[in-house]
């Protein structure tokens, strides 16, 4: 009895402490798309928690995720409260995410687009010449190697997923799908601009051509948890906002620097995705 006595007393000791010790900051899970390899998203990521845990005051914890499906289903739950993503993978996840900056980098600074590539000798010319051929996309989740250019040929009146055939990349990388078209497995190939630009290290300039550019789309966003208090919200929407150009955490993430986005800037990918009917704001 007398230890049972003693037991409770110590419980209770440790309850009234606790309750009188500060409030501990909850810790926020801050991830991005892994469309690198680990090694390179923790070189990206971990300066920007540090940057952000630093100028808040909040705990801001960099977590990895080893697959595009694990990423959104973690991001849709609210596992991770901090996200950075393409705009598909954003507009996927915003009923549970919202928003808050939008990335700027390179020539075209807060947006990107598509190219449809074929093969130098290749006899197809238009978009129409693409209807029944084989096109490899670098996945159905990629903003510029499969929605920017699905969103231009549905402007055109052809609908890719059914009037083509689609073949994903191998790892759903871009240089898989420029290969393919170089080597003629596929008939043409849809992929990011940036990403063709880098294909002269392994395939020949004069052997590709840009049969169209595509769609335009909102850059990279950086998403908060609906559920976060909004005081939180406005603390890491700000400090993300203040990061001046050359900053460790901007030079990390490879982006010259981030702007205040709204969530009705991605609407544009919600129709190319067909997912007109939903808007956040």
Not at 159 to 170: F, R, Y
Request: with cysteine; charged share 20%.
């Amino acid at each position: 009895m007398k230890r049972i006595t003693t037991c409770f007393l110590a419980i209770l000791c440790w309850c009234i402490v606790t309750s009188a010790s500060p409030t501990v900051a909850a810790d926020y899970k801050l991830s991005m798309l892994p469309r690198y390899s680990t090694e390179e998203i923790n070189a990206r990521i971990i300066p920007l928690a540090k940057y952000l845990s630093d100028q808040t005051g909040l705990v801001i914890v960099p977590t990895l995720t080893s697959t595009f499906d694990q990423y959104i289903k973690q991001l849709s739950s609210g596992t991770i409260d901090i996200g950075f993503q393409n705009p598909y993978i954003y507009v996927l996840a915003s009923k549970a995410h919202e928003v808050v900056a939008m990335a700027i980098k390179g020539t075209n600074r807060d947006k990107f687009r598509g190219f449809i590539i074929t093969s130098s000798s290749s006899p197809l010319h238009t978009l129409e010449d693409l209807r029944g051929k084989k096109i490899s996309i670098v996945g159905y989740t990629s903003a510029g190697g499969y929605l920017s250019q699905k969103l231009t040929m549905l402007d055109h009146g052809i609908d890719v997923d059914k009037e083509c055939i689609l073949e994903e990349a191998p790892e759903n990388k871009q240089e898989n799908v420029i290969f393919s078209v170089y080597t003629g497995d596929v008939d043409a190939g849809f992929v990011r601009e940036s990403a063709l630009n880098k294909a002269q290290a392994f395939v020949p300039a004069s052997a590709l051509t840009v049969m169209e550019g595509t769609a335009w789309l909102p850059n990279w966003a950086i998403s908060v948890s609906r559920d976060m208090p909004q005081e939180d919200k406005a603390k890491i929407a700000q400090a993300i906002q203040a990061l001046q150009d050359g900053a460790p955490a901007l030079k990390a993430l490879k982006v010259n620097k981030f702007r205040v986005a709204h969530d009705s800037e991605y609407n544009i990918v919600r129709r190319a995705a067909e997912l007109d009917g939903f808007t956040s704001e």
